[in-house]
């Protein structure tokens, strides 16, 4: 085991970030094609309010899995810790209550959210036609979050029991059971927008038992928590989910108010930008795993005081990223014509797809920078900087810019100025790092699990 925990402390750091980079990213690239081809076959059905519908969901959808990945992480940090400590009757007690407090705080939030749906629908901007579709969507999904949260939180149980295949491979049966039922219920049963619905409820359903199964077939199954372990284990439980959630909740915080600004713009507008959400993360899906992928580089030289290494690897991962992110721009900028195309985008939502298929693709070299800077922070006992930064690249670095976008350039000025926020924190962030890199503190305070929530954030994003 030592000599698996020590595999980074050698070797070229570059080619470390490449192959754990790549390798994360099969699994989240197989989960964002089938987003990907669920938005072409809702554009298919040749409907903006249909797109433009999952678009104003899709923002709260956001927003309510932020309770999950909260739940998640602090699931597999208390459960690693047990196993840690050569407890697993303790590890199993700790997966039982995680999941339970779970399953009792989504059916709350889900209960709340399902009340209030059509007032949070128009909150970002859903009206009319296009409102009813957003409420109807959503309410059929949102009564499935504690199901997506018993999915959440025993693919964290199995990835403390080191165990991250079979974690990813629920996700991956998700994404495979979605992408089955799709056409299906929107074609086949001439569904449309409830098909779409039904088949992520499905999804969910999916996820949750190809997680739990392997928990019980492979690492000692779950017991039954009594009353008194319930207390007990609460505290401890939000003491790592509290701030987990509140990271988290900026981002959709942050989404909802450009899909809100967005509107201004009509539907069509909506619906483009609905269109490249579901794009960029198939396009970049081996930045947004970065994160988590470069976050044990790190830890693990600086549990090993290689101060050196430490700082190497983040100047690889910025270096990793700008290779990745200009690669892929260019293969965009050659499909900008068949990827209009595919979605029969005309109008407005074919000039955000064209926006983004150019020089906007280069700026999410920004993001990147913040990743992994986000993913230092983490290791380097810093956690609450990530906190900071994830808040206020998605308030200042997001509202200001948007409203002096959309008031230059109109639509497309939304996205630009969306994407000029990330520069400014991108820019914070690096110095920050380099800050505490320069340093080279002591870590007083590790989440081992907090590098994982992006991923989180991203894999459930609409399931």
């Known amino acids: 085991m030592a000599s698996q925990e020590a595999v980074f ?19 989240l690239m197989a989960v964002f094609l089938v987003d990907f081809i669920d938005m072409v076959f809702i554009s298919m059905l040749g409907k903006a309010e249909l797109a433009a519908a999952v678009g104003y969901a899709g923002a709260i959808l956001f927003f309510t899995s932020s309770i999950g990945i909260g739940m998640a992480i602090a699931a597999g940090a208390l459960v690693a810790r047990a196993l840690g400590e050569g407890d697993e009757t303790l590890a199993r007690a700790r997966a ?26 128009e909150l970002v901007g859903a009206t009319g036609e296009t409102l009813d579709l957003s409420v109807h969507y959503l309410r059929i999904i949102i009564p499935s979050l504690p199901i997506l ?8 149980i199995l990835r403390a029991h080191g165990d991250a295949r079979r974690s990813m491979m629920a996700t991956i049966w998700g994404a495979g059971v979605n992408a089955v039922l799709d056409p299906i219920l929107i074609f ?24 739990l199964y392997p928990i019980f077939r492979h690492h000692g199954g779950l017991c039954r928590p009594t009353l008194p372990h319930m207390r007990q284990a609460l505290a401890p439980l939000l003491a790592i989910a509290g701030p987990a959630i509140a990271t988290q909740m900026a981002t959709p915080i942050g989404q909802a108010y450009v899909t809100r ?5 009509g539907e069509a507008a909506v619906a483009g930008m609905a269109i490249v959400a579901r ?24 549990g090993a005081q290689k101060h050196d290494r430490v700082r190497r690897a983040w100047l690889d991962g910025i270096l990793f990223a700008a ?13 900008r014509g068949p990827i209009v195309a595919l979605f029969e985008a005309e109008g407005v939502a074919r000039e955000l797809i064209y926006l983004f298929c150019g020089p906007l693709a280069l700026f999410f070299f920004f993001n990147g920078a913040i990743f992994v800077s986000n993913a230092a922070f983490n290791n380097l006992g810093k956690p609450l900087w990530s906190t900071w930064i994830n808040w206020g690249r998605n308030t200042l670095g997001t509202i200001p810019f948007v409203m002096l976008g959309g008031a230059l350039w109109g639509a497309q000025g939304v996205l630009i100025g969306q994407a000029l926020g990330g ?6 962030a690096a110095v920050l790092a380099l800050r505490i890199m320069g340093r080279g503190e002591t870590c007083a305070e590790k989440e081992p699990f907090a590098r994982q929530a992006r991923q989180l954030s991203l894999v459930h994003l609409r399931r």
Not at 102 to 114: H, I, Q
Not at 200 to 209: L, N, V
Not at 279 to 300: E, H, K, N, R
Not at 423 to 428: E, G, Q, R
């Open 323 to 335: 290779i990745v992110v200009v690669g892929m721009t260019l293969i965009l900028i050659a499909l």
């Open 96 to 121: 039982s209550t995680a999941l339970v407090w779970g399953v009792l705080f989504g059916s709350a939030f889900a209960a709340l959210v399902w009340l209030n749906v059509r007032t949070l629908a």
């Open 279 to 302: 794009m960029s993360p198939v396009a970049f899906a081996t930045i947004f795993a970065l994160s988590g992928a470069i976050g044990p580089i790190i830890g693990q030289n600086f």
């Open 188 to 211: 086949g049963l001439d569904l449309d927008l409830t098909g779409a619905a039904m088949a992520s409820f499905c999804a969910r359903i999916a996820i949750a038992a190809a997680a």
């Open 423 to 428: 520069v400014a924190f991108a820019l914070i």
């Open 149 to 156: 949260l018993v999915g959440m939180v025993g693919g964290a």
């Open 9 to 27: 402390l050698k070797g070229n750091l570059f080619r470390h970030i490449a192959v754990m980079t790549l390798t994360s990213s099969v699994g």
């Open 261 to 265: 600004a967005m509107a201004d713009y």
